[in-house]
């Protein structure tokens, strides 16, 4: 990701979130950002292309190493707002009944439906978070 990547461009597209889907009814209050220029690596992707971001615990982690377009920031951010606007308990049922079931980690993040919504989201409303915020992301 360019240099010129900040913490305001990050907050910028998590506000077009807020904006675009409101609130969870599962958390009280907005999720936290945590902005880190490194590459993500998870034991849950493949350790090359690294982890784009996270959300657990009302925090979203977005990793800039693992990001190369704003296009991708902007899917980034609005996969992982989907998640903080699900039941993170629901997310851990789940999870562990595919896990019971004999899914790999990989096989989980596939079929998991918490994933196939915000992969869908962030399908269908990437690029038009970019078209809308473009002319801001490109400011210096």
């Known amino acids: 990701m360019k240099a010129s990547v900040d913490r305001q461009k990050v907050l910028l597209i998590l506000?077009?979130?807020?904006?675009?889907?409101?609130k969870s009814r599962y958390q009280k209050?907005?999720?936290?950002?945590?902005?880190?220029?490194?590459?993500?690596?998870?034991?849950?992707?493949?350790r090359i292309a690294g982890l784009r971001g996270s959300y657990s615990n009302g925090r979203i982690k977005?990793?800039?190493?693992?990001?190369?377009?704003?296009k991708e920031l902007c899917?980034?951010?609005?996969?992982?707002?989907?998640?903080?606007m699900q039941s993170e308990f629901e997310f851990s049922v789940f999870y562990n009944?595919?896990?019971?079931?004999?899914?790999?980690?990989?096989?989980?993040?596939d079929i998991h439906p918490h994933e196939k919504k915000a992969n869908?989201?962030?399908?269908?409303?990437?690029?038009q978070c970019f078209e809308e915020l473009k002319s801001k992301l490109y400011k210096k």
């Not at 506000?15 to 409101?22: E, L």
């Not at 869908?120 to 690029?127: A, P, S, V």
Request: one cysteine or more.
């Open 29 to 46: 209050k907005l999720p936290r950002l945590f902005v880190y220029k490194t590459r993500g690596t998870s034991r849950y992707e493949d």
């Open 97 to 109: 009944r595919l896990k019971r079931d004999g899914h790999s980690v990989d096989t989980i993040y």
């Open 120 to 127: 869908r989201l962030e399908n269908r409303y990437g690029k």
């Open 62 to 70: 977005i990793y800039l190493g693992s990001i190369y377009s704003y």
């Open 75 to 84: 899917e980034t951010l609005i996969h992982e707002y989907c998640h903080y």
């Open 15 to 22: 506000n077009w979130c807020v904006k675009k889907f409101g």
